[in-house]
């Protein structure tokens, strides 16, 4: 059996950013002095003329971006998810949020899969708070082929939009013909009528081999790529609610305000069902390998198995 590709999905950004600068003049990046780290770097090979580095002075970025978002640009901005949502929130609020602004934000680096850099760099709170502003939209793409195609319709739709991408390579999962990315629409990549498993970023693929394992012990496992936190599909999690009557959502982020505070907040209202949200709980992550980190805090399929396995006896 061959081995599965794997790419991280900064990667994904950099190449999509490349290919859609060819089709459109107005497609602008800006970055913060990471254009290596965030993969932006292919964009300014490409096209130095329409790549700004700003800097280390994020804050300073994002109003940049908003001012040209007035000119007919459409600005991508380029950091860490760390900088991007924390360091920058009062700015994306208020100068993107607020007027719904045509700026789209790139946030590198994610969750605890940056790894070395530990907690300071490790954002788990980021989809929290981007949700939270009004009329932001939320995609957190699963692979490379999620990922371009996130940055594709991002670019396409009118107003702002939050990508989340990773630092660690992940296995492309979504390599197939009949592959369709719509924002707000999940998609359900394994059936199954015991329990549901809505997963979200690098934490699907985890998932559906955690499903895997879970069938091998009789437990019939659905799982759900949610590529989109907001606006989110409502419509497939109270489908699957009422198919299974159990849910758990898998997330490379707080348990807090993310995918499985979103889904929650979904079924309590339309359909109440028992929810168990996998995630980090209410910690900061620490300083190791990605994949390490990854097996400590039980996000990877040993954990999403031995945890839905406990609760499913």
Do not use: W
């Amino acid at each position: 059996m061959s081995e599965v590709k794997k790419i991280a999905t900064r990667d994904s950004y950099g190449n999509a950013l490349v290919e859609l600068g060819k089709e459109h003049e107005n497609l602008l990046v800006l970055d913060a002095d990471l254009a290596a780290a965030t993969k932006t770097g292919v964009f300014k090979k490409e096209f130095p003329e329409r790549h700004i580095d700003c800097g280390i002075a994020e804050a300073n970025m994002t109003g940049i971006a908003a001012g040209l978002s007035t000119c007919g640009f459409v600005p991508f901005v380029s950091t860490f998810a760390m900088f991007a949502a924390g360091r920058s929130f009062e700015q994306v609020r208020n100068s993107i949020g607020y007027p719904h602004l045509n700026v789209k934000i790139g946030a590198t680096h994610a969750g605890i899969s940056v790894g070395e850099d530990g907690a300071s760099h490790q954002c788990n709170e980021d989809i929290a708070l981007m949700r939270s502003i009004p009329g932001m939209v939320v995609l957190n793409p699963s692979d490379d082929v999620e990922a371009k195609a996130a940055v594709k319709a991002a670019y396409e739709h009118e107003g702002p939009v939050y990508l989340r991408f990773g630092r660690l390579a992940v296995p492309v999962i979504n390599d197939r013909p009949d592959y369709k990315f719509e924002i707000g629409k999940g998609v359900e990549l394994r059936d199954g009528k015991d329990c549901t498993i809505i997963a979200t970023g690098l934490c699907v693929s985890e998932a559906l081999e955690a499903a895997e394992k879970l069938a091998a012990d009789g437990i019939d496992a659905q799982v759900i790529n949610i590529h989109t936190i907001k606006p989110l599909d409502e419509e497939l999690v109270i489908a699957a609610a009422k198919k299974t009557g159990r849910i758990f959502t898998v997330e490379e982020h707080s348990i807090i305000g993310g995918l499985g505070a979103a889904v929650s907040e979904c079924l309590s209202e339309n359909c109440p069902t028992k929810v168990t949200r996998i995630g980090m709980n209410d910690v900061f992550g620490e300083s190791g390998p990605a994949k390490e980190l990854l097996h400590k805090y039980k996000l990877d399929a040993d954990g999403i198995y031995e945890r839905v396995s406990a609760e499913m006896k």
